[in-house]
T-cell receptor, first 115, second 113 residues
Framework: DGGITQSPKYLFRKEGQNVTLSCEQNLNHDAMYWYRQDPGQGLRLIYYSQIVNDFQKGDIAEGYSVSREKKESFPLTVTSAQKNPTAFYLC??????????????FGPGTRLTVT | LAKTTQPISMDSYEGQEVNITCSHNNIATNDYITWYQQFPSQGPRFIIQGYKTKVTNEVASLFIPADRKSSTLSLPRVSLSDTAVYYCLVGDLSSGSARQLTFGSGTQLTVLP
């Protein structure tokens, strides 16, 4: 059963702590993405990666870090430098653009609450 | 990246056809138009994608006029379960770069009984 898994679904942390969100895909996709969604808002791109050991900043990368050591995995670390980390975090994967139908597949999301 | 404009919200009744229009005046030659659906606390789901004229699949149709400055997502005979946020995205899918899609605020569709 192919898809994207994110864990945990809910995460609670104290201010000042780093936290790592997991994202795994078994779709054999080259590209992976991390988005942040705030209530009533659209998705904003944090980081993306097109190939192992390479990743690019998105629109709101400050306070976040990622790694791409394996094609299947793209974990996101929310650092203490992120001013407003409480949000819904979505991971996605896709084949690289250039195919006739380009579709991003999304995971179920992780809701992070920092107090 | 081409900017998109959609209505913030729309209401409809069960069984009706719903048309959601998206404006993208500065769409570029290589840009495709893609629509996603998102339910609360879930990731978006791909609905349909097109470049010009009309595209139809089992859940929706996408109408794109000749000038491509707008597009309309058509949902036939909606049900309560179609209540969701619908996003219109425009991006270049030919470049090989993954950094091509921007999600706006979307349109909240509410289907009433």
């Amino acid at each position: 059963d192919g898809g994207i898994t994110q864990s945990p679904k809910y995460l609670f942390r104290k201010e000042g702590q780093n936290v790592t969100l997991s994202c795994e895909q078994n779709l054999n996709h080259d590209a992976m993405y991390w988005y942040r969604q705030d209530p009533g808002q659209g998705l904003r791109l944090i980081y993306y990666s097109q190939i192992v050991n390479d990743f690019q900043k998105g629109d709101i990368a400050e306070g976040y870090s990622v790694s791409r050591e394996k094609k299947e995995s793209f974990p996101l670390t929310v650092t203490s430098a992120q001013k407003n980390p409480t949000a819904f975090y979505l991971c996605a994967s896709s084949p690289l653009p250039g195919t006739e139908t380009y579709e991003q597949y999304f995971g179920p999301g992780t809701r992070l609450t920092v107090t | 990246l081409a900017k998109t404009t959609q209505p913030i919200s729309m209401d409809s009744y069960e069984g009706q056809e719903v048309n959601i229009t998206c404006s993208h005046n500065n769409i570029a030659t290589n840009d495709y138009i893609t629509w996603y659906q998102q339910f609360p606390s879930q990731g978006p789901r791909f609905i349909i994608q097109g470049y010009k004229t009309k595209v139809t699949n089992e859940v929706a149709s996408l109408f794109i006029p000749a000038d491509r400055k707008s597009s309309t997502l058509s949902l036939p005979r909606v049900s309560l379960s179609d209540t969701a946020v619908y996003y219109c995205l425009v991006g270049d899918l030919s470049s090989g770069s993954a950094r091509q899609l921007t999600f706006g605020s979307g349109t909240q569709l509410t289907v009433l009984p």
